[in-house]
């Protein structure tokens, strides 16, 4: 696959998960949550099962011989995604930070690659980074004073805005 399509690849994702956002607020962080956790218990059981495969089926001698240690990184994992699956609530409440401190990071990049740019600047470019890093800030600020749903909102919003300028910021380029 060219370089060229990852950046159409990251705004296309990215809007389908603003998009999911804004219709399903509800649900969406303990779904996130649920497919995190899934993604580090899958790896993990598989591995275990594989040591296990391993260690039961050689004879006594070869085990002996055997260098293969007993996964613990992947008992780590496997216990890791479980304990997500399960206390997903808490989960989302870090998550919740962790994705304003995203939204914060890419409207100070877009703002960044904008000054950067050869290209003469148009102040309006800056506007959209500007108001993903202020929504960002608002987000950090106020974390337990909104809703759950308002929140997931908001970062549906960001997300859409993002892609909006990063079609703009690429059409900037293609010209």
Same mark, same amino acid.
């Given at each position: ?6 950046? !159409? $690849? ?6 389908? =998960?603003? @998009? /999911?956002?804004?219709?399903?607020? &509800?649900?969406? #962080? ?52 479980? !304990? $997500? ?6 989960? =989302?409440? @870090? /998550?919740?930070?962790?994705?304003? &401190?995203?939204? #914060? ?71």
């Amino acid at each position: 696959m060219k370089p060229t399509y990852y950046p !159409i $690849i990251r705004i296309v994702l990215t809007l389908l =998960v603003g @998009i /999911f956002m804004i219709i399903s607020p &509800s649900s969406v #962080l303990s779904y996130i949550a649920i497919i995190v956790g899934l993604l580090l218990l899958i790896p993990g059981i598989i591995q275990l099962l594989r040591y296990a495969i391993v260690r039961f089926q050689r004879n006594r001698r070869d085990r002996r011989n055997s260098i293969i240690n007993f996964p613990i990184l992947a008992t780590l994992c496997a216990v890791i995604g479980i !304990i $997500i699956i399960v206390f997903r609530h808490e989960v =989302v409440k @870090i /998550f919740s930070l962790v994705l304003a &401190s995203a939204l #914060l990071i890419a409207g100070i990049y877009e703002i960044i690659m904008i000054a950067r740019s050869t290209n003469r600047n148009i102040l309006g470019f800056y506007v959209l980074p500007a108001l993903l890093t202020l929504l960002g800030v608002f987000i950090l600020i106020n974390p337990l004073d909104l809703l759950p749903n308002v929140m997931v909102i908001m970062f549906g919003v960001g997300a859409i805005i993002y892609c909006i300028n990063e079609i703009v910021y690429l059409a900037r380029i293609g010209k």
